[in-house]
């Protein structure tokens, strides 16, 4: 999602809003931008967890 557009957008509307509306704004603001750090550091230590050991999970090697 893009948040530039979300902040111009909320942040023009902030000039003009009244005080609880502007509060409101920047608390979805700030929620979101939570959820988007959230979903990056989770990804962040899949692949750091990956770098550590690649090749677990990779194969299966069965001997029969």
Known sequence: MDIT???STA???LS???DSTSQAIGLAML???L???DA???S???A???SVNPAIGGNIDLYV
């Open 16 to 18: 003009s809003a009244t």
């Open 35 to 37: 959820d988007v750090t």
């Open 5 to 7: 557009s979300i902040t």
């Open 40 to 42: 990056m550091s989770a």
């Open 31 to 33: 929620s979101k931008q």
């Open 48 to 50: 750091m967890e990956n």
């Open 11 to 13: 942040l023009s509307s």
């Open 44 to 46: 962040m230590i899949k």
